[in-house]
Nanobody
Framework: QVQLVESGGGLVQAGGSLRLSCAASGRTFSSNAMGWFRQAPGKEREIVAAITGSGGNTYYLDSVKGRFTISRDNAKNTLYLQMNSLKPEDTADYYC?????????????????WGQGTQVTVSS
C-alpha cells in the first residue's frame, strides 16, 4: 500500500502563489506516474496536471497552463505543484494521485492511490 499526504494548501488572494506538496510513503517507484486533481463544490473532480514517472513529460489543464508547474523529486518521494497567478476559480480541494503505470492518464479511474486532499481558497 502507498500512502500519499498533501500539504501546502491555504487561503491566498487572487494573483498570489502557493506550492502544494505530496509526500509518498510505502512502496513508491520512479516508474509510477503521478497527478494533481481538484474538485470544487458541486463540480466533478478534474485533472489539473500530471507527470510521468521519470518526470520527462507533463500534462496541464488548459486553464492552468502557464500558471501551474508540476514537478517531482523521486529521491525524496515527493510531488509538487507550484501555483502562480491564482484565480478565484482555482478554489477547490486538491488531491495527489499515483498510478502503477509509467504514463499518466486524464481520468481518475486510472489512478491507484490517492491522498485525502488539501484545501486551496483564492479570494477576489
Amino acid at each position: 500500500q502507498v500512502q500519499l499526504v498533501e500539504s501546502g494548501g491555504g487561503l491566498v488572494q487572487a494573483g498570489g502563489s502557493l506550492r502544494l506538496s505530496c509526500a509518498a510513503s510505502g512502496r513508491t517507484f520512479s516508474s509510477n506516474a503521478m497527478g494533481w486533481f481538484r474538485q470544487a463544490p458541486g463540480k466533478e473532480r478534474e485533472i489539473v496536471a500530471a507527470i510521468t514517472g521519470s518526470g520527462g513529460n507533463t500534462y496541464y489543464l488548459d486553464s492552468v497552463k502557464g500558471r501551474f508547474t508540476i514537478s517531482r523529486d523521486n529521491a525524496k518521494n515527493t510531488l509538487y505543484l507550484q501555483m502562480n497567478s491564482l484565480k478565484p476559480e482555482d478554489t477547490a480541494d486538491y488531491y495527489c494521485a499515483a498510478r502503477r503505470g509509467e504514463w499518466y492518464g486524464r481520468s481518475r479511474q486510472v489512478y491507484d492511490y490517492w491522498g485525502q486532499g488539501t484545501q486551496v481558497t483564492v479570494s477576489s
